[in-house]
């Protein structure tokens, strides 16, 4: 019984790591490599009048980030309504 819940418990880390890591590259790739690596080739497009890599540090990584909490939270509200339904599940059976 506590192996059980010990391999739920990791199973459920090791869920919200893959997903906390995910959203971090793409939070890397916005913030650091968009932004300031490749700056200079975006800044041949133009959005709105202004250099897309001057957009993309100023305004798209922001709106990025935003989207990547929203994006957490729901991840991490449907696993937790998945494995709070396999424990209630449980402890009827127990």
């Known amino acids: 019984m506590a192996s059980n819940i010990k391999a739920k418990k990791d199973s459920y880390w090791r869920m919200n790591l893959r997903i906390v890591t995910s959203l971090m590259l793409v939070w890397f790739l916005f913030s650091s490599v968009l932004s ?3 700056v200079e080739k975006l800044n041949e497009f133009k959005i709105g009048g202004f250099p897309l890599g001057f957009w993309i540090a100023q305004q798209g990584s922001i709106i990025v980030f935003i989207f990547l909490v929203l994006i957490y939270a729901l991840l991490m509200a449907k696993i937790d309504r998945e494995y709070s339904k396999q424990e209630s599940k449980e402890e ?3």
Do not use: M
């Open 92 to 94: 009827v059976s127990s």
């Open 36 to 38: 300031i690596f490749l």
